[in-house]
């Protein structure tokens, strides 16, 4: 049997270690022992409070979008992936996917990237969710080197990919944070802004120029003068995980691990503080 956190109800008490039946490889698929899957805001949200009526199917769900391990398993069609090699994976819960708090899951080829053994697990994992959604709402932003952005919640998970990804470009980085109040960067003509806060960034957009750039991962800011503004979802993309695994293991993207806990510990992982860097369960 495999072991999974599994969440019956609101609120860590609904938190339990459960036995569940052995995954298996299906065709196309493969198979992954999971070594860490990190807890990201969006797992804690849905311990506490809930999200009601929008949970998919029914309890006991299974949480977790992204995971470190090694390959056990090879479904048919999947030729250029072998048992053995270190894994980035990345599964949306939310939609369908499998959660990835578990000890043994298969995922889609194209949810799985190979990663190497420069990244320890507890580390890799944390590039899952939050590499690629930077990669994505920086490729949608569209900036080129030499241009200019302002990163909000840069020191968040993904805020902090977005910035380093910017700066591994050439474009000029500027931050902010719950502390820093938009009127510091008014006028300052920048060529965009990334919104990786769970705050609505339109209060910021006088710090860029007209026709600039506003993306966000959360609150779109209200267009204005020309700025092109969206709202970017993450989505599977395997070159784009395979490009995140590359920048990890070449060291381009750094992570900070506050705190790896043993599944057995959910409850405390699930409340620990992780304003210092991302929380992580191993298993
Ligand atoms: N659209 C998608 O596909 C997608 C994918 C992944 C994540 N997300 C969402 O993106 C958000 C960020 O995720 P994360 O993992 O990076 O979270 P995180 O690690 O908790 O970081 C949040 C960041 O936002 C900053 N912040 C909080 N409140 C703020 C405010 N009122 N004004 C300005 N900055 C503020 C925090 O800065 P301080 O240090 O100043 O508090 C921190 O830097 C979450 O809401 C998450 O659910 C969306």
């Known amino acids: 049997m495999a072991k999974a956190i599994t969440l019956t109800g609101v ?52 949480l977790g979008w992204d995971l ?3 390959v056990t398993a090879l479904g048919s069609g999947v030729d250029d992936i072998a048992v053995g090699d270190r894994v980035l994976g990345f599964s949306q819960w939310f939609k369908g996917g499998p959660g990835l708090h578990r000890s ?3 995922l889609p080829r194209d949810n799985v990237a190979v990663a190497g053994d420069a990244v320890p ?7 899952g969710l939050n590499g690629l959604t930077a990669l994505q709402v920086l490729d949608a932003a569209g900036l080129e080197e030499g241009q200019t952005l302002l990163v909000i919640g840069a020191s968040g998970g993904v805020g902090g990919f977005v910035a380093q990804l910017a700066d591994s470009r050439g474009i ?23 919104n990786t806060a769970p705050a609505d960034p339109t209060s910021y957009l006088e710090a860029v120029r007209d026709d600039g750039v506003a993306t966000s991962v959360t609150t779109p800011a209200e267009a204005e003068r020309g700025i092109r503004s969206s709202r970017v979802g993450v989505r599977v993309d395997r070159a784009g995980l395979e490009t995140v695994a590359g920048l990890a293991e070449r060291g381009v993207l750094r992570t900070t ?8 510990q959910a409850a405390w992982a699930f409340e620990a503080d992780g304003s210092a860097g991302r929380i992580v369960l191993t298993f």
């Open 104 to 106: 043994l899951v298969a």
């Open 121 to 127: 697990a507890d580390e890799l994992t944390t590039f």
């Open 257 to 264: 691990v506050a705190a790896a806990y043993p599944a057995e």
């Open 172 to 194: 000029t980085v500027l931050t902010a944070g719950r502390d820093t109040p938009p009127a510091d960067f008014a006028g300052m003509e920048l060529d965009g802004l990334i």
């Open 11 to 62: 609120g860590v008490a609904s938190l339990r270690l459960s036995e569940i039946p052995d995954a298996v490889a299906g065709p196309g698929e493969i198979l992954i022992a999971v070594e860490a899957a990190s807890i990201n805001p969006v797992d804690r949200a849905a311990v506490d409070p809930g999200y009601g009526d929008k949970m998919p199917g029914s309890a006991p769900w299974i």
């Open 68 to 70: 470190a391990g090694r």
